[in-house]
């Protein structure tokens, strides 16, 4: 799923820098698959699918323990409160080291997304984000919803557009109608602080970009706030 979008990134950025990308709408599917992936491929949606695996293991004991086919592997029926809830909970640890591993679960989910994000920004126009000051930072957790009077990493359904950088000058936001737009320095500085206040470990920026002041106070402020 990541090898395609990855081999014609480079052609797409290309047609971004040069401003043909809006022509060819390959290269603009290109850049919706990028931001699907980045989406579904976060650290954060990983961290989810990790906090979300004892609960839902829990649940799991304490149906098997009341289900009226519980038995073991071997076909014993366990007799008594005692017997069934340690039955239940050996059935769900073997159920833990099988099927319910988080490096299988983890990236089911994230292919899910991944679909379900594809399927729905298919019919959006792709807006690159132009930012003749500055430059943009790019965290390990970069793509995010967005809603003017909700804020960041809304749900889907709730979000007016969802974006990421994509390069020292440009981002990409999904939106109604293919566009190039100057990003002010509001809105870059914005950006950017969203990806250090999400970023799981990383934040990165072009080595000719000294924006390592700028993430020390970012993180300064968000520590003290």
């Known amino acids: 799923t990541w ?3 990855e081999s014609s990134f480079p052609e797409s950025m290309d047609a971004v820098l040069n401003g043909t990308v809006l022509d060819d709408e390959r290269l603009l ?10 989406f579904a491929r976060s650290n954060t ?3 989810f699918a990790w906090s979300a695996r004892e609960p839902l293991l829990a649940d799991a004991v304490a149906t098997a323990r009341d289900h009226p086919l519980l038995a073991s592997p071997e076909g014993l029926v366990p007799v008594g409160s005692e ?3 340690a039955m239940a909970q050996r059935t769900i640890e073997r159920i833990k080291q099988t099927t319910f591993r988080h490096e299988a679960i983890a990236p089911e989910r994230m292919i899910a997304i991944y679909q379900q994000v594809r399927a729905r920004s298919a019919g959006n126009g792709v807006e690159i984000l132009v930012a003749n000051e500055g430059e943009f930072i790019i965290g390990d957790t970069p793509a995010h919803t ?10 889907w359904d709730e979000a007016m557009t969802v974006f990421m950088p994509i390069g020292r000058h440009h981002a990409i936001a999904l939106g109604p109608v293919g566009t190039f737009s100057d990003v002010d320095p509001a809105t870059m500085d914005m950006i950017n602080r969203v990806q250090v206040a999400t ?3 990383m934040v990165a920026w072009h080595p000719e970009a ?4 700028y993430v020390k106070q970012v993180l300064s402020e968000l520590r003290s706030s």
């Open 3 to 5: 090898q395609p979008m």
């Open 29 to 38: 599917d290109v850049l919706r698959d990028c931001l699907a992936v980045h």
């Open 45 to 47: 949606i990983e961290r």
């Open 83 to 85: 017997a069934r809830a």
């Open 146 to 155: 967005f809603h003017p009077d909700r804020g960041i990493d809304v749900a």
């Open 199 to 201: 970023a799981e470990g």
């Open 210 to 213: 000294n924006m390592e002041d």
